[in-house]
């Protein structure tokens, strides 16, 4: 059985009072010394932790392990710094071979495996959270539309229906899974922004990570401008308005998010491109520029106007619903919320010139906004769109 560690070596500088004084006691012998103070060339140098995978400065790394990973210690006498890290590195290998054998293979529960091994269930975590980094992500062989691409990120239009990144590493059929095909060995997309599954348009990845830290930066200093086209239910008072209303977690529990005092600031400028009447029911075709990030935001806030998005499985009113099969003056559905992320602009990571991306809405918008003769407010938006800033 292992040895409390302050009793097996002699304690860096720092540990308790009592086993300090045992070790002025007894540190007479060269090797004793030379462990409790490293000489100066070793001051600098950064050993590998194998527990958190972190470079610790030499003269902490022994104190850092029984911190960090105390069942890496090795056994016996310290050996010295550098081997202490090489038999750590062993000692993990084997260490997560058998954390995954039981985790895996016998099916115990985080917390039965850390209870086995006597290791904490934090350890057990990271050990399983590694293991799965491990596993290559899945490409799939399906072409992408693509608005720009250069050295530093790739823009494109994400058709709808399709989440913008799998749920596990070991599953395809995302907007990722696509790009990671089309980068072949060439980049590592980085991702900056996301788009709910079912919204179509403009999506940014950064082929770096410098330049996903660019890019992300302007997004958290909302330097990004975002504009979004949505078919609505309703009649709005005003051809532009603001939406500022915070959001947060619906009190109904599920996905679903709401406008609440307890919420986080959002707000969201809109303006009413087209208006029309659908038997009796009227509809818009709006505009939305997000100012913050909040999820599902512009589709809560649009609901909170009174203009709720056609198709939204979660904010559009039941009596707004078509039936099953759909009565003639059934609102269409397009089997999804009619969202369109139109326009995206920021400042180039290398350049540093504004750059604007637009994406035309999508064909089963286009089919929609006819249907309920809109189609006009969309081509003025479209229009608009293509003579921003660039
Ligand atoms: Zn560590």
Redesign the pocket.
Known sequence: MQQPFCRTYPPSRGLSDESSQATRATATGSAERQSSTPPPRYQKKKLF?A??E?H?QYFKFRR??TV??PDLLPTGRWPGEEQASDAARTAEDIKKKEVLRLRFEIGLTEEQVAEDLHITTTRVRSMVRKASLEIPLVRDAIPLQVIYEDEWMLVVDKPPGIRFHPKHRFEGGSLLNRVLYHFQDTAVPYIVHRLDMDTSGVAVFAKSSHAANLISEQFRQKHVQKEYVALCAGASVAPHFQVDAPIGKSPHGGIAMAVGETGKAACTDCSVLATGNWHGQPVAVVSARPHTGRTHQIRVHLAHAGLPILGDPIYLPDELRAEDPPRETDLPDAGRHALHAARLSFVHPSTEQRMTFCAPLSMDLQGMASSLALQEGVQEFCDVISHYDS
Do not use: A, R
């Open positions: 932790c527990g958190c972190k610790v850092h392990l960090c990973c």
